[in-house]
C-alpha cells in the first residue's frame, strides 16, 4: 500500500503524520523536539516503523515531504520529496477538512500565525514577530509560575467570573504583573483566565492586525488543546471556533497532502534505516567574504550529505558525492 | 589639522559610486564595511536603543573603517523630509564621541551647494574637479541601478541557475576597482554585453512582485536578506522603482510630487516626512499595471512608513492583491524572513493562478 | 450639530482653545472622557502595532466618540507660528482617522508657513457655514481662553518655583503630561514621595529683555516645535535650581529617540539626576511606583 509521510519540525514539538492516497491518517504522531530535531525526526520515525511493522507490514513510503522552521534540515536527513513552509502546508490540511474555512488561527510552541483563505488557497497570512509572547511557550512559562500542570491551564481558566487583566506583550513585563496581581490577592483561575484573554488580545492586536477575519474560523497547534483560550478567542472575536481533528499535527498532515498530489515517480525517502544511522550537523564560518555566513553541513554515518546557509551558493552548490 | 582619512554612510550597492567621489578628489577614503550581522550589532550596541534601524545600521559600518585608521565621517542630511533621519548626523557624531572615538563628523544638507562646500572644504579642489568627480559618480551611479534592475529581469527567467547573479556580483567588483574615468566606457560596454548573453526563457508568464518602502531598506539588499534575489530565483518578477534616481528625479522635478499628491488624493491628502506617500503611490500604481503582490520594506517604527501602513492595508483589502509588510531592525532573523518570503511566494502564485484562471 | 473632539495627543497642544471656538460658533461639543482603559484597548486594538503608544490612545478617543456625533474634528497639524513643524505623524491624522470611522471628519490644514492661523479658522468656519463676523467673535474668545490658561499657569508655576521642597521637573509632551490615566498618575505619585513637580509645558518663556542668562545648550537646530521649545524651556528650568528630572516617552516615539539624547546630555551636564520612563498600555504602575521611590531616594 502507497503512503506518503508529512513531517513536521517546530522549535517545541515535531509532528510526524501518515496518510494513504485516500487521504486517510493512519498514524499521527506527536513527539517534543526537546533543542534536539534530528533525535526527534530519528525517534519518531523509529516509533513509525515499529507502528507500520506491528500493524500494516505492507505499507510503502512513496513520498516524503518536511515543514516547519527546521524543515530544510528535516528535508536533508530524511531525503524529502518537497520541503514546504509551515503557512501553505497548515492551509492545505485545513483545506482537505474545511474546504470552507475562511481563517485559521494557529499557535504552537514559539510561533504564531494566521491564515486568510479564499476558495481553498492561501491569500493573505501573518506570523509573530520575534517575541514570544503571543505563543504557547509564555503559556508554559506562566503556568510553570503559578505551579499548574499546562494541561489543566484551560479547565481552570473557565472556572473564572472576573478574569484578571494582565499584559501579554511580553514575557518578562506580564510576569511582573502577574506577581503584582498574585500580591494583591487576585484567584488564580482569574489570573489564569487574563493570561487566556492578554494571549488572544495580544494575538489579534498583533499577529492578526489588518487581517480580514471571516468565519469559519479554524484554531489549531498546541495551544488549540487550550480550552480556555478557545473562549478567549471566541469572546474576543464573537464568533464560534472550531477546533477540526489533528489540530495538533495539521502542518505535517498537510504537507503529506502537498506531497501525494505532487508525487515524484521514485521518492527521494532514505529508508527507516536513518533512524539509526549517525546524523550530526555542525556548523562553521565561511571566510570568503565579509557576509560571514553561517554555513550548515549534515553528515549521515561521517558524510556530508548537505550545506546550507551561505548566500553565494559557494559551499550549497558544492557537488557533493552521494551518501 | 590631521590628514583627514574618509569614510561614510554605507547604502548598498550605492557605496561604489560614494567611494569614487572622495578618490577621484585625491581624499584618502576607507569605505564602511559591509553590512553583517556582526556590524549591525556592534552598531546597535552604542546607537540609542529607540532610534530607527539605518542609523544603528550605517553606524555598524563606520566602525571597522575607524579601526582602520578613518577620521572623518560623511553623512548627509535631510535625504526624507520630515523623519528622524535629518538627525543622523548629530545623533552618530554624538554617540561616536562618546564612545570614544577621536573624528571630525560632517554632517551635511543634501542640496547641491551645501555639498559642493563640504567637498571644497575637505579636499581643497576647484569647482571643475568637484564637477568631474560628480559626473563620473552619476555614470557609476546609473550603471548600478541598471544592472539592478537587469538582474531583477534576468533572475526569474535565466536557464543556468545563479548565473544572473555571478555576474551581477563581478560587474559590480570591477565597477567598485575602476579608477580611470576613461575606462568606463568600454567596462560598461563589457558588462551590458555579459548582462545580454545571459540565456533566458523568453515568454515566460511570471507572476509579479512590486518592491515598495522606505528607500534605504528597499535599495539595500543586505539590509532586506536580499528580498529581490531570493524572490526571483523562486521564479518571481521582481519591481521596484524607488532608488536614488527616482528621489533626485523629484527633487529637480517638482510636479512629480503633484503628480503623486493628485493619485493617492482618495487615501492620503499630505505628506508624512520620507516618501510615505510614494509607498501609496507605487501600490496604486503596481494594482493598475496587473501586479500580483506587493512587499513592503521598512525599518522597524519608521515614522512615515508606519503612518501610511493602514492605508496600504486598506488598499490590500478593497483590491484582494496580496500584500506583505516587513519591519526591520537589528533583532529580525533571516529564517523568519525566509518563511515569510516562501509562503508569500506561494499566496503570490496562488493570486496569479486565480486571476488567469477568471480571463 | 455636535462636533466631537478626542481629548488625545493634538488636543493637549491647545486645551479649551477648541471646544471654546466651536461652542461661540453656536455647536454643541462633545469632548470624549478622560482617557480610561476602555479607550486605551480600542485604540491599541485598531492602531498599527509599531505605531506610538500616543497615537494608539488617539484612536482610541476617536472610536469613542463614533456615532455619538455628527463630526468628530481632527485637524492637520503641519505648522507652528514660528513655521517649525509638527510631528509628522500628525500629518495623516485626518486620513488614517477616516479609515477608521464611519463618523464624518471634520478638518483643515494648520500649517502657518502658507497661512496665518486667523485665516485657517475663517476658512473652518466657513466650512461650517458660519459669516466672517461669528467667526471673528468665536476666535477672539478662544484665544482670550488660552490666554486666561497660560496666566493661570504662569502664576501657578512661578509660586512652584519658589517652592522650598525638591523640585522635579518633568519633561514630556503635554499629551503624556496632561493625561493622569497615560503617564499613571506620576505628579501625584511624586507629590506623596514629597516633590513639587514643575512641568516642562508650564515653564513660561522669557521675553528677551530679562537679566537672567540662560546657560545655552549645543543642540541641533530643531525644525520640529517641540525640539525647539523644550530646548528653551530646559535652557530655563537649569536656573531653577532643582532637585531632578524626569523625562517620559511614548512607546515607539520616535521624535523622542532624538529628543532623549540630548535631553539627557543636558541634565547631566550639570549634574542634576535624571530618569527617563517609558510608558505603554502594558505600563505596570507597580514598576513605577517602585522607579520613582529608588529615584527620590538618590537624590
Known amino acids: 500500500m502507497k503512503c506518503y509521510l508529512g513531517i513536521d519540525v517546530g522549535s517545541i514539538s515535531t509532528k510526524l503524520v501518515l496518510i494513504d492516497t485516500n487521504n486517510q491518517v493512519l498514524f499521527p504522531l506527536y513527539l517534543r523536539t526537546a533543542g534536539n530535531p534530528i533525535g ?21 513510503i512513496a513520498g516524503v515531504g518536511t515543514t516547519g522552521s527546521a524543515r530544510y534540515l528535516a528535508g536533508v536527513i530524511t531525503g524529502a520529496d518537497l520541503i514546504k513552509n509551515e503557512i501553505t502546508a497548515h492551509a492545505k490540511g485545513v483545506c482537505s477538512f474545511f474546504p470552507d474555512a475562511r481563517t485559521v488561527i494557529e499557535i504552537g510552541g514559539q510561533d504564531s500565525k494566521i491564515i486568510i483563505l479564499e476558495n481553498g488557497v492561501a491569500v493573505d497570512f501573518g506570523l509573530n514577530l520575534i517575541c514570544s509572547a503571543g505563543t504557547g511557550a509564555f503559556l508554559d512559562a506562566q503556568a510553570h509560575r503559578l505551579g499548574i500542570p499546562v494541561e489543566q491551564f484551560g479547565e481552570i481558566a473557565l472556572k473564572s467570573k472576573a478574569p484578571t487583566t494582565i499584559g501579554a506583550r511580553c514575557t518578562v513585563f506580564s510576569e511582573s504583573d502577574m506577581i503584582h496581581k498574585q500580591q494583591v490577592g487576585h484567584l488564580t483561575e482569574d489570573i489564569v483566565a487574563g493570561l487566556c484573554q492578554g494571549l488572544a488580545r495580544n494575538y489579534l492586536n498583533n499577529v492578526a492586525k489588518g487581517k480580514n477575519i471571516q468565519p469559519p474560523i479554524v484554531f489549531l497547534g498546541g495551544v488549540s488543546e487550550n480550552i480556555g483560550m478557545r473562549k478567549a478567542f471566541e469572546e474576543a472575536l464573537g464568533q464560534r471556533i472550531t477546533v477540526p481533528p489533528y489540530n495538533t499535527v495539521m502542518g505535517a498532515l498537510g504537507v503529506a497532502l502537498l506531497v501525494k498530489e505532487n508525487p515524484s515517480p521514485k521518492t527521494k525517502f532514505l529508508g527507516f534505516e536513518i533512524s539509526d544511522k549517525d546524523i550530526r550537523c555542525t556548523s562553521f564560518q565561511c571566510q570568503g567574504c565579509p557576509n560571514r555566513c553561517e554555513v550548515i553541513e549534515a553528515r549521515i554515518e561521517g558524510k556530508i550529505v548537505a550545506r546550507w546557509g551561505d548566500r553565494c551558493g559557494k559551499w550549497s552548490n558544492l557537488n557533493l558525492e552521494k551518501a | 589639522m590631521k590628514k583627514p582619512i574618509i569614510t561614510f554612510a554605507r547604502w548598498g550597492n550605492y557605496t561604489i559610486a560614494f567611494k569614487t567621489i572622495f578618490e577621484q578628489l585625491g581624499l584618502e577614503v576607507i569605505p564602511p564595511e559591509k553590512t553583517t550581522s556582526q556590524t549591525i550589532a556592534e552598531g546597535a550596541k552604542i546607537a540609542p536603543e529607540m532610534y530607527c534601524f539605518p542609523l544603528k545600521v550605517t553606524l555598524g559600518n563606520y566602525l571597522p573603517a575607524l579601526k582602520k585608521g578613518a577620521n572623518t565621517i560623511f553623512m548627509v542630511q535631510n535625504v526624507g523630509g520630515s523623519c528622524r533621519q535629518r538627525y543622523y548626523g548629530a545623533i552618530q557624531e554624538k554617540v ?11 554632517d551635511f544638507r543634501a542640496t547641491p551647494k551645501d555639498i559642493y562646500s563640504m567637498i571644497k572644504k575637505i579636499s581643497g579642489a576647484s569647482l571643475l574637479q568637484v564637477l568631474k568627480a560628480g559626473r563620473f559618480f552619476f555614470k557609476k551611479l546609473h550603471l548600478i541601478e541598471k544592472i539592478e534592475k537587469l538582474a531583477q529581469f534576468c533572475r526569474p527567467r535565466e536557464i543556468e541557475k545563479g548565473i544572473t547573479d555571478k555576474i551581477l556580483q563581478e560587474s559590480l567588483l570591477k565597477l567598485d576597482e575602476l579608477k580611470k574615468e576613461k575606462d568606463f566606457q568600454e567596462l560598461k560596454k563589457e558588462i551590458l554585453k555579459r548582462f545580454s548573453g545571459i540565456k533566458i526563457e523568453k515568454n515566460k508568464d511570471l507572476p509579479k512582485v512590486g518592491l515598495i518602502g522606505e528607500i534605504y531598506t528597499v535599495c539595500d539588499p543586505t539590509i532586506n536578506f536580499e528580498v529581490e534575489r531570493k ?24 510636479w512629480k510630487d503633484w503628480i503623486i499628491q493628485r493619485k493617492i488624493n482618495p487615501y492620503l491628502k499630505s505628506t508624512v516626512g520620507g516618501h510615505g506617500r510614494d509607498a501609496i503611490y507605487e501600490m496604486l500604481h503596481y494594482i493598475k499595471e496587473d501586479f500580483d503582490g506587493i512587499i513592503h520594506l521598512l525599518p522597524f517604527g519608521c515614522m512615515p512608513e508606519v503612518t501610511i501602513r493602514p492605508i496600504l492595508e486598506k488598499i490590500h483589502l478593497e483590491s484582494g492583491i496580496p500584500f506583505l509588510s516587513i519591519s526591520l531592525d537589528e533583532q529580525t532573523a533571516e529564517a523568519g524572513i525566509d518563511t515569510r518570503l516562501e509562503a508569500f511566494t506561494d499566496v503570490v502564485r496562488n493570486y496569479h493562478q486565480y486571476k488567469s484562471s477568471k480571463l | ?58 484612536w482610541g478617543h476617536l472610536l469613542w466618540l463614533e456615532g455619538k456625533v455628527d ?21 495623516g491624522l485626518p486620513d488614517l482617522g477616516k479609515i477608521l470611522t464611519k463618523t464624518p471628519i471634520l478638518t483643515e490644514i494648520f500649517d502657518e508657513r502658507k497661512e496665518k492661523l486667523e485665516k485657517t479658522l475663517k476658512r473652518l468656519g466657513g466650512k461650517l457655514n458660519k459669516n466672517k463676523e461669528e467667526i471673528k467673535k468665536a476666535r477672539g474668545l478662544a484665544f482670550l481662553k488660552e490666554k486666561e490658561l497660560k496666566e493661570k499657569e504662569k502664576q501657578e508655576v512661578s509660586l512652584k518655583i519658589q517652592s522650598k521642597k525638591q523640585k522635579i521637573v518633568l519633561i514630556s509632551h503635554p499629551y503624556n503630561l496632561y493625561d493622569d490615566y497615560i503617564n499613571l498618575r506620576v505628579k501625584e505619585k511624586l507629590e506623596k514621595l514629597g516633590a513639587e513637580v514643575i512641568f516642562i509645558e508650564e515653564i513660561p518663556l522669557q521675553n528677551q529683555k530679562s537679566k537672567i542668562k540662560n546657560q545655552k545648550l549645543d543642540w541641533p537646530k530643531f525644525h520640529w516645535e517641540f525640539g525647539k521649545e523644550i530646548k528653551e524651556k530646559i535652557e530655563q528650568v537649569l536656573n531653577y ?29 550639570n549634574k542634576i539626576p535624571f530618569l527617563y520612563l517609558m510608558i505603554d498600555e502594558q505600563t505596570g504602575e507597580a514598576g ?11 537624590i
Not at chain 3, 72 to 86: C, D, G, T, W
Request: glycine content about 6%; charged content about 25%; some cysteine.
Open chain 2, 96 to 106: 561616536l564621541k562618546e564612545a570614544g572615538h577621536d573624528i571630525n563628523f560632517l
Open chain 3, 241 to 269: 535650581n532643582i532637585t531632578g528630572a524626569i523625562e517620559i516617552s511614548s512607546f515607539q516615539c520616535g521624535c523622542d529617540a532624538v529628543l532623549k539624547e540630548f535631553v539627557e546630555k543636558a541634565f547631566k551636564q
Open chain 1, 40 to 60: 526527534a525526526i530519528q525517534g519518531g520515525l523509529r516509533e513509525l516503523n515499529n507502528k507500520i511493522k506491528n500493524h500494516n507490514p505492507d505499507i510503502e
Open chain 3, 288 to 298: 513605577i511606583q517602585t522607579r520613582l521611590e529608588a529615584f527620590m531616594d538618590t
Open chain 2, 231 to 254: 524572490l526571483g530565483l523562486e521564479g518571481i518578477g521582481v519591481y521596484r522603482e524607488m532608488d536614488i534616481t527616482y528621489h533626485i528625479k523629484k527633487l529637480i522635478f517638482p
Open chain 3, 71 to 91: 463630526y468628530i474634528f481632527v485637524p492637520r497639524l503641519k505648522a507652528n507660528q514660528e513655521k517649525l513643524e509638527y510631528c509628522p505623524k500628525f500629518f
Open chain 3, 1 to 58: 450639530m455636535t462636533i466631537g473632539i478626542p481629548r488625545a495627543l493634538i488636543y493637549w497642544k491647545q486645551p479649551q482653545f477648541w471646544e471654546t471656538f466651536f461652542e461661540n460658533l453656536g455647536f454643541k461639543v462633545i469632548l470624549s472622557p478622560p482617557t480610561n482603559k476602555e479607550i486605551v484597548e480600542m485604540g491599541v486594538k485598531v492602531a498599527d502595532p509599531e505605531t506610538c503608544f500616543s497615537n494608539k490612545v488617539y
